[in-house]
């Protein structure tokens, strides 16, 4: 589709992911490398002005639905559009999470939140639908944002409902974006992502000039691309903004796309000698914490994993009754008084991980212990 800005190659595309065909779609990077801009005009609009089938726009939380969002939306259609649109919907609606954005008459989007019952997610349904779209899908926790209960659960279940309206060819896909602030996210884990895996792209020169490498991690059912920015875009940012000069934090984040919340996080292999003694049940996971056996300080005090093939003779630990199994017990006084070592060196920083979600969960449930 025509528009008023040319397509340059120095901005993200999706057309590396859509070549391994998967249901869920997932594009993590720096700042600035144009995904929202891509997203909306040429993955949405500019095939919506074609077939006119709308898209599902999922946002976390009802609050996040507002005037401004959805002009901003719009402002970023018009940035591409010869002809510019205008967005027609009704505001009383913010409030009950489901709302229709819709152009000159047609349904162009239906904004729907995940906070909302989830029966009224799945009737949130779309006939004839094109596609479902969901940006920041990773959020900042240091900032006091918070992943939604049960969120990856809602998504599949409102999926498995959605689909059925899709009759489009192959499969209805949905497509996530988001900065990098942690590999550790609600729909990662419950997909099973090694993210110890996970690798960015990278440029490499060339005498015909920069040519993009893919690391594209492909499972079953999604594909994750970790986009980097092209050097010409990254040259061109650092004369525009100051803060990507000075800085190093904010550089590393919003122009290196480091996963900056997980930087810290001391990961590891299970070294030799250590035996598992505890294994805590939290959000259907198993987490395995092992004791160092040895008598010196070569090694941290505990090292923790997910753990799946656990002695019929070992008890669980949980600490909500949604989590009690078979061999699984509520923690009482005396298994936090067993525990008070484990909790000391997490303090201290005594304690490695085998990935960054095994750190999240115990960070989780640290004031419980």
């Known amino acids: ?21 998967k249901w869920l779609n997932f594009f993590m990077s720096p700042r600035e490398p144009g995904k929202t801009d891509t997203t909306w005009w040429e993955k949405i609009y500019s095939k919506w002005a074609i077939d006119f089938r709308p898209w599902i726009y999922l946002v976390r939380q009802s609050v996040e639905i ?12 018009n940035k591409w559009a010869i002809e510019p649109v205008e967005f027609q919907y009704t505001k009383g609606n913010f409030k009950d999470g489901i709302v229709d954005i819709k152009i000159k008459g047609k349904l162009f989007i239906r904004i729907v939140s995940l906070s909302i019952p989830l029966r009224r997610l799945k009737l949130a349904k779309v006939p004839d639908i094109a596609g479902i779209f969901m940006d920041e899908y990773i959020i900042d926790p240091r900032s006091g944002e918070a992943y939604i209960k049960n969120e990856f659960f809602k998504i599949k279940e409102a999926y498995t409902t959605w689909r059925r309206e899709y009759n489009g060819q192959g499969i209805l896909k949905i497509y996530f974006c988001a900065n990098p ?10 997909l099973g992502v090694n ?36 050097p010409e875009l990254k040259k061109q940012l650092l004369e525009k903004n100051p803060l990507y000069k000075f800085d190093e934090d904010y550089n590393n984040y919003a122009l290196e796309g480091m996963a900056i919340n997980d930087r810290n996080i001391k990961l590891g292999k299970l070294p030799p000698n250590f035996y598992l003694q505890f294994v805590l ?22 090292f923790c994993m997910f753990v799946d093939n656990i002695s019929i003779k070992r ?36 304690v490695s991980f085998d990935n960054v979600n095994v750190y999240y969960y115990l960070e989780e449930i640290y004031k419980n212990i």
Request: with cysteine; aromatic share 14%.
């Open 1 to 21: 589709m025509k528009s008023r800005i040319p397509r340059d190659n120095i901005h993200m595309s999706w057309r590396a992911i859509d070549g391994f065909n």
């Open 315 to 350: 008890t669980l630990y949980c600490f909500d009754f949604e989590q009690m199994v078979d061999r699984t017990i509520l923690v009482s006084f005396d298994e936090r008084m067993m525990l008070q070592r484990f909790k000391e060196a997490f303090r201290k920083r005594a």
């Open 195 to 230: 993210v110890n895996e996970l690798r960015k792209d990278e440029y490499i020169s060339t005498p015909e000039g920069w040519k993009l490498v893919h690391h594209i991690y492909v499972g079953d059912e999604f594909a994750i691309e970790w986009g980097v920015l092209h």
């Open 181 to 190: 602030y942690s590999l550790h996210n609600p729909v990662f884990v419950g």
């Open 281 to 302: 049940r939290i959000d259907n996971k198993n987490i395995g914490i092992f004791r160092n056996n040895y008598v010196d300080d070569l090694y941290d005090d505990f």
């Open 66 to 77: 507002n005037e401004a969002m959805i002009l901003d939306i719009q402002n970023t259609i």
